[in-house]
């Protein structure tokens, strides 16, 4: 299977900073690398897929870039709603795995 | 807009089967997608247990797929999932998903607000 990382695993920051979250996968995953937010209590949500590409109604401050082993999560300024935990999901092969999660906390 | 809703048992004696079923609302689930099973024990992370085209056609973690069945019915625009022999192992909070992708791996699009099962005597 193949392993998925992210740094950091929590994160303190206030509305309107700009945050960017790592995820790094054990091998080469192209740009088969999904995000998700997760609030507790709700249901997780598709925030990008194919690294790079915005769910529909998902806000434009969110963006992803990276390719290969190597990935980034942006939130170019944050609203409150967007404090929650971040999974990101490789979709290269099977099984599909999940990075342990960052936990987004207001400071 | 597409909704999932997971419904079940909370408690799952061990070596019992886990059941659980999923309602769709908002899209029939022979008009296509996947649909798929995702589970998180307490404090750890998100697994894959599986999922299945709506003609039947299915995808089993390896590490579960000796214990798991997942079974649509597009009559009732529902999909379920059995997991048999269980152990305390194998509680969490499960989810149901629908899931896309141009690969045999998947991503979900869509998921449910999840159910805890708890395996215990």
């Known amino acids: 299977d193949i392993q998925m990382a992210q740094s950091p695993s929590s994160l303190s920051a206030s509305v309107g900073d700009r945050v960017t979250i790592t995820c790094r996968a054990s091998?080469?995953?192209?740009?088969?690398l999904n995000w998700y937010r997760h609030k507790p209590g709700k249901a997780p949500e598709l925030l990008i897929y194919?690294?790079?590409s915005l769910e529909s109604g998902v806000p434009s401050r969110f963006s992803g870039r990276g390719s290969g082993t190597d990935f980034t999560l942006t939130i170019s300024s944050l609203q409150p709603e967007d404090f929650a935990t971040y999974y990101c999901?490789?979709?290269?092969?099977?099984?599909?795995?999940f990075g342990p999660g960052t936990n987004l906390e207001i400071k | 807009q597409v909704q999932l809703q997971e419904s079940g048992p909370g408690l799952v004696k061990p070596s019992e089967t886990l059941s659980l079923t999923c309602a769709v609302s908002?899209?029939?689930?022979?008009?296509?997608?996947?649909w798929g099973w995702i589970r998180q024990p307490p404090g750890k992370g998100l697994e894959w247990i599986g999922n299945?085209?709506?003609?039947?056609?299915?995808f089993y973690n390896p590490s579960l797929k000796s214990r798991v069945t997942i079974s649509v019915d597009t009559s009732k625009n529902q999909f379920s999932l059995n997991l048999s022999s269980v152990t305390a192992a194998d509680t969490a909070v499960y989810y149901c998903?629908?899931?896309?992708?141009?690969?045999?791996?998947?991503?979900?699009?869509?998921w449910g607000q999840g159910t805890l099962v708890t395996v215990s005597s």
């Open positions: 999901q490789q979709s290269y092969s099977t099984p599909p795995t």
């Open positions: 299945i085209y709506h003609f039947g056609n299915t």
């Open positions: 908002g899209y029939s689930i022979s008009s296509g997608y996947y």
């Open positions: 091998q080469s995953i192209n740009r088969y």
């Open positions: 194919a690294t790079s």
């Open positions: 998903a629908r899931a896309r992708g141009d690969t045999s791996s998947k991503y979900p699009d869509n």
